[in-house]
């Protein structure tokens, strides 16, 4: 297959995985149990610690 695109072969894998979380399709297990997943992103912003503001340069150089 030839690639149109300049994305590396990692990235290309984490871009699809997010294009398949977002489009909803119901999944087998949804369809079993009858209910859907967590939003993905509100988990990951409720689990994943925001990063320290960055420290302030001393400009006295």
């Known amino acids: 297959m030839t690639r149109r695109t300049r994305l ?6 984490a ?3 997010v294009h398949n979380l977002h489009i909803h ?4 297990a949804e369809r ?3 209910r ?3 939003a993905l992103f509100e988990q ?10 960055p420290r302030r340069r001393n400009c006295s150089i």
């Open 32 to 34: 079993f149990f009858g």
């Open 15 to 17: 871009l699809t995985a």
């Open 44 to 53: 990951i912003l409720l689990r994943v610690p925001l990063p320290p503001r």
């Open 36 to 38: 859907t997943h967590p």
């Open 8 to 13: 590396s072969d990692r990235k290309l894998a």
């Open 25 to 28: 399709r119901p999944t087998a």
